[in-house]
């Protein structure tokens, strides 16, 4: 008799869980409305969770109606036409359910942030939503890590591109900081410690005639923000000038962040002495 109770209980309070996940279904095609940019796409979605008789409110507009709604996000994309949003956890009350939000720029600037308190009909429709602005919004610790390692990560991989796809010294110039440290291990022909971009710039060229390289393996990305530090990990597959022979092997890179500049640069090889001999062998 326990186990029959037992499994009537589970199958009711799976089926709350349901029942309240079912409930949030308007408030997250609200949220794809907001994040979608174009506005016909945008309108079919509207037209799934919005009513001609709901509402929305803010300090900046009060309207009503599908078309009305449409036309707000549209001016606001005129106004934040790279804004990006995101949004917080659900609290659920009956037909009421509300959340904090915040708007930042394509450089992760804060813009906006604000709480929303949505009505629904029980019926996957929003009847009222009401937005409330926090001008005193800040980001939290968290997402100020996670955006300052979006930023090293699209640095480096910059970096990466310009250096061992489009050979362009011109933009590692503009990614590198002033006397920024380049360390190669020293059994390496090229070996050494080179500060600066025309310090870098002859290692390049030092190298280059040595040995051509292809990507074998594409990087992989690791990151901690909060040491200011990213770790690439890839495979090369080098050609050397003297021997014509080819050597495929792993290289990790430990590069050192600034205010989105490279302040220093390591690469361990795989196997460092393996590699230095490679170079130096002839035909």
Known sequence: MRKIYFICFLFIFN????????KLYPVT????????RNSDARLKMIKIIWLEDSTFEDPSASIKGITAFNN?????????????????????????????WKIQDSKN????????FARLNGKGQVSKIISF???????????????????????????????????DLNTIAFLIEDGAVYNQAEGLPYGGTY???NEWSKMFAKSAELFDLQIEKEPVYFSDASKNEVI????????????????????????????????SIRPFYYDTKQFAEFLKSKK
């Open 72 to 100: 707000v996000i549209n001016e606001f994309y005129k106004k934040y036409p790279d804004a990006v949003l995101t949004s917080g956890p659900k609290i659920v009350k009956d037909n009421y359910v509300s959340w904090d």
């Open 195 to 197: 500060k600066g971009f």
């Open 15 to 22: 089926g709350l869980l349901a029942q309240k996940k079912d």
């Open 109 to 116: 600037k804060l813009l906006m942030g604000g709480r929303e």
């Open 29 to 36: 095609v609200y949220e794809k409305v907001w994040q979608e």
């Open 232 to 263: 690439i990990y890839f495979t090369i597959n080098s050609k050397s000038k003297k021997s014509g022979k080819t050597l495929s092997m792993p290289i990790s890179e430990h590069l050192e962040l600034k205010d989105g500049k490279i302040t």
């Open 133 to 167: 602005w926090n001008k005193d919004a800040t980001l939290s610790e968290a997402d100020v890590l996670r955006n300052l390692e979006e930023d090293n990560l699209k640095v480096v991989a910059k970096y990466f591109e310009s250096l061992f796809k489009t050979r």
